[in-house]
């Protein structure tokens, strides 16, 4: 059974896991939304399965450690590729993402626009949401002119991502999407 607190505008979750005390925020200050949350975890508790709130995962540890997942199922040349697109989406986050050589990195600008496009700037890797993502290639396919195929480049690189991150590395994303 779990119990809501209020704690300054913040609802949070009480529960108990194996014996153990657990207090989880619910980040909302509206008590429906929390009460709903609350339902959630109580039916995720009957029925035995994990608690199906959001975590918190840095933006950097995900991407890191899909890149050290790539590098051993895929072609350093493959690699390479997938990583440009990752650069240019979340920016220069984490130190697989830099580039080693000036001049490549002068070079590596495809189509220098007028416009810059600032990557998506988030602190966990939950805080993306389709509407950062779907801005993005919109702004990106306005400002350097790509192709439709290059924008479905960037959703196919995003989706694995998303797929990988919550099949294989734990992350659940709000109502699992």
């Not at 619910?26 to 709903?36: G, N």
């Not at 580039?99 to 070079?107: A, G, P, R």
């Amino acid at each position: 059974m779990a119990s809501l607190k209020k704690r300054g505008k913040n609802f949070y979750a009480q529960y108990y896991v194996g014996g153990r005390q657990k207090r989880v925020s619910l980040h909302t200050t509206s008590l429906q939304v929390a009460k709903e949350k609350i339902r959630q975890i109580e039916s995720a508790q009957a029925r035995g399965t994990d608690i199906p709130l959001p975590t918190r995962t840095t933006l950097t540890t995900v991407v890191k450690a899909y890149i050290e997942y790539l590098q051993t199922i895929r072609t350093p040349r493959n690699v390479q590729r997938d990583l440009y697109y990752l650069r240019s989406i979340f920016g220069p986050i984490c130190p697989e993402l830099e580039l080693k050589n000036d001049k490549i990195s002068k070079k590596g600008i495809k189509r220098p626009g007028k416009d810059h496009v600032p990557p998506i700037e988030v602190n966990y890797f939950e805080q993306v949401t389709t509407f950062d993502i779907a801005n993005f290639i919109a702004s990106r396919v306005r400002s350097k002119g790509l192709a439709p195929k290059t924008a479905n480049r960037y959703r196919e690189i995003l989706t694995r991502l998303y797929n990988w991150a919550m099949e294989q590395y734990g992350v659940r994303m709000p109502e699992n999407r």
